[in-house]
């Protein structure tokens, strides 16, 4: 069984930035295509990015070139670090990990195991 905690949310400036993480129990994140996804309550859940078990890393149209996601092996851990965060970035962000699957890393229907997420704030 795959858990999964977050940490790193806050509340930041518009411009500002944050570093998530996800930490991993019950398998290696070496092993897992992992991803963060992003969600107001009552909206449909978003993808942000993702990166495979073979370390090729997906993101969502508005956070390439703002947001980078890596993972350390050694430490279980996914991170998504968040530059330039916009008012519209506040969310409550989720990690979901899966075994190696070949559909889409981004596709959050494809994830079984979900962390309990944390939220972001970014204030103008």
């Known amino acids: 069984q795959i858990t999964l905690v977050e940490s790193g949310g806050g509340s930041v400036e518009s411009g500002g930035s944050l570093r998530l993480s996800c930490v991993a129990s019950?398998?290696?994140?070496?092993?897992?295509?992992v991803g963060w996804f992003r969600q107001v309550p009552g909206k449909e859940r978003q993808g942000v990015s993702c990166?495979?078990?073979?370390?090729?890393?997906n993101y969502a149209d508005s956070m390439m070139g703002r947001f980078t996601i890596d993972r350390d092996s050694a430490k279980n851990t996914v991170y998504l670090q968040m530059n330039s965060l916009q008012a519209a970035d506040t969310r409550l962000y989720y990690c979901?990990?899966?075994?190696?699957?070949?559909?889409?890393?981004?596709?959050?229907?494809?994830?079984?195991?979900w962390g309990q997420g944390t939220q972001v704030t970014v204030s103008t």
């Open positions: 019950g398998l290696n994140v070496g092993r897992l295509d």
């Open positions: 990166i495979g078990a073979t370390r090729v890393t």
């Open positions: 979901a990990a899966r075994p190696w699957d070949s559909a889409h890393c981004l596709d959050s229907n494809t994830y079984r195991a």
